[in-house]
């Protein structure tokens, strides 16, 4: 194990901990929508990647951190663990976090806030911060503020 694992593994640990010091911590998850047909009036086939960091045993991905709340246009969100190719599968890479719209596809987070409410957020421009080398930010701004997905 090289000094790079060792202090993924360490990081991730204490990242852990926040949950239970009472941190504002919610429910990420990248959204891949599939249209057949036009984009918002055809029928979407989605698929869901959660965003955070894996335990540093189990390897289930914790929920990562937000800065901000439900009704702030734009929020925080991280650390997030980026990919190791020696740990594999564990963190991800940055085409995962930021993969871009194709043909028929559009990519979506979605929040899950305390209470149930689900909101639709986009990668700000420049919104993803990867120059530390044990985690990624991301900057997230809402899609709408008036009502939730």
Known sequence: MNVRQVALKALAATRGIAPAMGFHVVGVVLRTAT???NI??????????VIGHPHPVTGVILP???????A??????????PFDPVAA???????QL??????????YFRITWPGGLVKRYQLAPRGL??????????TLEAVDLDFAF
């Open 89 to 95: 599968p564990r963190g991800f890479t940055l085409a």
């Open 98 to 107: 930021n993969p871009g719209d194709g043909v028929q596809r559009e990519y």
């Open 35 to 37: 249209w057949q047909g």
């Open 64 to 70: 990562p951190h937000v800065q901000g709340g439900p």
């Open 129 to 138: 911060d990867a120059t530390r080398p044990l985690h990624v930010m991301l």
């Open 72 to 81: 702030d246009p734009v929020l925080k969100v991280g650390p997030v663990t």
């Open 40 to 49: 918002e009036t055809g029928t979407m086939t989605a698929s869901d990647l």
